[in-house]
């Protein structure tokens, strides 16, 4: 320990015996300077390569260096733009190369599309029900007498008379009149196959849809003698299709068909009322086939190719941009990273992004070793924010290019979630420097615009300008709220004043505005949401405690707190007046007061295994020491730090508690049972010389290491301020008359012997610090020991009570009576 709480010092360490040649031999002090001198510069080359705190570092170091300098590389390398976005730059090709003309080949390939004749299937069931019902008319008219007998359906499907009966009459019995109708009706059929009757859907595809004047007609391919005969697919014009929903179009064509194939009167009455007696169509439209042919036809299309010279634009800002554009620009990319550098460009820009992220890292690897050596001081701290900081940059990286549109939501919260993580773990001078470094690295390698980064280090400045004292998971629930408002406010701003919207529309500018904001306040609540729900698993991983389980933890009903209420009363008391001493004292020099309240708390419940051997819950009665040797009596004093880790174990305290248990005696001495010890061994018989007593009390006096706590030394300010509390809070009870001054001496020979016996060596406390210390537990103990106002009735007895005073503190001046035992070491009766 030294002023500064970092150079070397030099103490003095003193050893005390006592030798007795006659009865008024003198006690002798030998009294030894240690002083601890500077090490060479090869011995302290030679202790730090020996450290292996180095080695993790270095390769903490070097990990870092080649994950983030390739994920920056890899980064750098692809297209960062989506369809859609408004550019904020003008982008020309770095390189020349041919390419294929997209949006030329795509018009070329819609024209053919568009040129394609559209396919009509033919509805051969309605085809051939119309000729079968032609063909068979004769034949069925001939079977009865007279019109009367037909049946009512076919009269009026066909629309019988009596002079048509009497026709289709003859044509029955006359072979050659039947001949002639079967060929008048085929060519009907063979009319009928080429002009196609279509609802009214149909029609309009037919005569609206596509360039090509003309529609295919395609027919069922019949199967004779177990083979399939082709039937060729027929082109007419589209003007030939008849729509059957337009009653005069269809009428009108119907009877030039019928005429046209040869029908003449009565008997094309009876064909012409057929054909419009509840028409059906013929032809359907065949929309699979149509789309197989026209994706046959665009396939057919040759690519338009083009020369891309150097230096040609490829997109302006304030375009929206559009998909040929982008094509263009991933192509010119490929082109310039296969083509476009030479291999010793390649290498010296591989160089320099590897160079840029080793100095970043040895900014970051700097900044921990000399502020914070939590991390710094343990392998495992090290390889934890190793792994989270790479962790933070490659998801940054990865969720930005997966959809660029999303680049806030995929940037700003990886990035201020690790904010919110180390603040948490550490401090919010931490979190600030190094997500502030990490933000710059993925800004490089992103290649974002100024106004991104600014938006990041506004996040990672509010979300740890909220995290100065969390104590209750509310804080992050407020946190995050604030957050998301900050990061959706300075996103509007920032697109409002940084984004070119001239040739943007008013909805494109709109959703170019609000799209970010809601990104960014979307990973506002992210972050708070993520953190919450991790944050048991960063105390474990960290191994930190953080103010939400300390809070916990120093609730009354706690398991362990209220066991050691039970079983020892006094021991709580007394844990509950050396919170109270050690938290003002923690505050006085910015240590963490909830820890030290909370530690103070936990530090004793190892003397709930045999609480009456402790002097503060014995109420009268023989003291169970008296029956015990010093040694056994020590086994038990010090048995209870012991006792305590393990029972902190077994509960689940963190190991911050943990420490407090089994460092806050340090390795002190146990004052008491050694004078007890040494009081023992040198009772002698008179009659015995002064030389047999002198060599046996050199033989039989206890060892002073054998009567010291096991340890460790306090490793904290927070637990060191324990320490001294604890003893302060012990002996001040001992006092006859606890004035100010008095206490005041007392806490400063405290605090001197301890610091004189090398307690405080292992914790970063300064003598200022210490001063400080001092000071508030001298004030906080003396509120604590105020003297009280008498008051009396009348007044004689208040100068009776006065009298009285006087003589007491008189008594009290004379004999005063001081103790520095703890609470640990039973004290005389009259203490």
Request: a neutral charge.
């Amino acid at each position: 320990m030294s002023k500064d709480g970092n150079k070397p010092s030099t103490k003095p360490a003193t050893r005390t015996g006592s030798k007795t040649g006659t009865k008024s031999t003198a006690k002798t002090t030998r009294r030894t300077v240690v002083r601890i001198e500077s090490k060479s510069l090869k011995q302290q080359l030679a202790d730090l390569i020996a450290n292996p705190t180095l080695f993790w570092g270095v390769l903490a170091y070097l990990l870092f260096v080649l994950v983030v300098g390739s994920t920056m590389i890899w980064t750098r390398g692809q297209t960062k733009i989506a369809v859609g976005q408004i550019m904020r730059e003008t982008r020309t090709s770095r390189v020349e190369f041919n390419t294929e003309d997209v949006q030329q080949t795509q018009m070329r390939q819609e024209a053919a599309r568009l040129n394609v004749p559209r396919v009509y299937s033919a509805d051969m069931p309605a085809l051939e029900e119309t000729v079968a019902d032609l063909m068979n008319l004769p034949k069925t008219l001939a079977g009865v007498g007279s019109l009367d007998e037909v049946s009512r359906d076919i009269r009026v499907r066909f629309g019988l008379s009596e002079e048509s009966f009497i026709a289709f009459g003859l044509i029955a019995n006359d072979e050659a009149r039947l001949e002639r109708w079967g060929k008048v009706v085929d060519s009907l059929n063979t009319i009928l196959r080429r002009r196609p009757l279509l609802n009214r859907q149909s029609w309009q595809n037919a005569t609206q849809e596509g360039l090509n004047t003309q529609i295919e007609l395609r027919y069922p391919n019949p199967v004779i003698n177990e083979s399939v005969q082709q039937v060729p697919h027929q082109l007419i014009s589209r003007d030939d299709v008849i729509n059957i929903d337009k009653p005069d179009q269809l009428a009108a064509e119907i009877a030039r068909l019928v005429r046209i194939a040869g029908f003449v009167s009565p008997s094309a009455d009876v064909v012409r009322n057929r054909l419009l007696k509840e028409p059906r169509p013929t032809f359907a439209f065949d929309d699979g086939a149509t789309a197989q042919e026209m994706d046959a036809a665009s396939d057919r299309i040759q690519p338009v190719r083009r020369t891309i010279t150097i230096g040609q634009r490829i997109y302006s800002r304030g375009d929206v941009l559009e998909q040929p554009a982008y094509a263009l620009a991933v192509r010119e990319n490929q082109e310039y990273k296969s083509n476009g550098v030479s291999l010793i460009r390649k290498s010296m820009r591989v160089i320099a992004n590897f160079g840029m992220v080793a100095a970043f890292g040895l900014l970051l690897g700097g900044y921990i070793t000399r502020y914070c050596p939590k991390i710094a001081s343990k392998p495992a701290r090290i390889g934890w924010m190793s792994g989270l900081v790479i962790t933070a940059i490659i998801s940054a990286c990865m969720l930005s290019l997966i959809d660029p549109r999303m680049i806030w939501l995929g940037s700003i919260t990886p990035i201020v979630l690790i904010a919110v993580l180390i603040t948490i773990a550490y401090d919010q001078r931490t979190g600030l420097a190094i997500t502030g470094v990490v933000a710059l690295i993925v800004a490089m390698s992103l290649q974002v615009h100024p106004g991104l980064l600014s938006i990041i280090l506004i996040g990672i400045a509010a979300a740890v300008a909220q995290l100065g004292d969390l104590r209750e998971r509310r804080t992050l629930i407020r946190m995050s709220f604030v957050l998301a408002f900050a990061l959706a406010i300075s996103s509007v701003m920032d697109q409002l004043i940084n984004l070119p919207t001239i040739g943007a529309s008013g909805a494109a500018f709109y959703s170019a505005v609000l799209g970010p904001a809601a990104q960014s306040f979307i990973a506002g609540l992210l972050v708070g949401g993520i953190a919450l729900f991790i944050l048991p698993f960063i105390e474990r991983m960290f191994d930190i405690t953080t103010g939400m389980t300390l809070i916990e933890l120093r609730d009354p009903k706690q398991p362990i707190l209220r066991e050691l209420q039970q079983r020892a009363p006094g021991t709580y008391n007394h844990s509950l007046n050396v919170a109270s001493i050690a938290e003002s004292a923690a505050e006085s020099i910015n240590a963490d007061t909830l820890l030290t309240y909370v530690g103070c708390l936990y530090h004793d419940i190892g003397k709930m295994n045999k609480p009456m051997y402790f002097i503060e819950n014995q109420s009268g009665g023989p003291n169970k020491h008296d029956k015990l040797t010093p040694a056994m009596s020590l086994l038990v004093i010090v048995g209870h730090v012991k006792d305590g880790v393990e029972m902190a174990r077994e509960h689940g305290l963190p190991k911050s508690l943990r420490h407090f248990i089994e460092a806050h005696h340090g390795t002190t001495l146990v004052e008491y049972f050694y004078r007890r010890a040494r009081e023992q061994a040198s009772q002698v018989d008179e009659s015995r010389s002064a030389e047999q007593i002198l060599q046996e009390a050199a033989d039989q006096l206890p060892d002073e290491v054998d009567y010291r706590y096991p340890g460790p030394k306090p490793q904290t300010k927070e637990v060191a301020i324990t320490m001294l509390a604890d003893a302060v809070e012990s002996a001040t009870r001992s006092l006859t008359d606890p004035t100010p001054a008095r206490i005041d001496a007392l806490v400063r020979s405290l605090a001197n012997k301890r610091l004189m016996d090398g307690q405080f060596d292992e914790c970063d406390l300064t003598f200022r610090e210490l001063s400080t210390i001092c000071e508030s537990i001298s004030k906080t103990v003396a509120s604590i020991y105020h003297g009280r106002i008498r008051y009396s009735s009348d007044e004689d007895d208040t100068q009776k009570t006065e009298s009285k005073t006087e003589s007491k503190e008189d008594s009290k001046t004379k004999k005063p009576e001081q103790s520095d035992n703890d609470s640990d070491t039973p004290p005389a009766r009259s203490a």
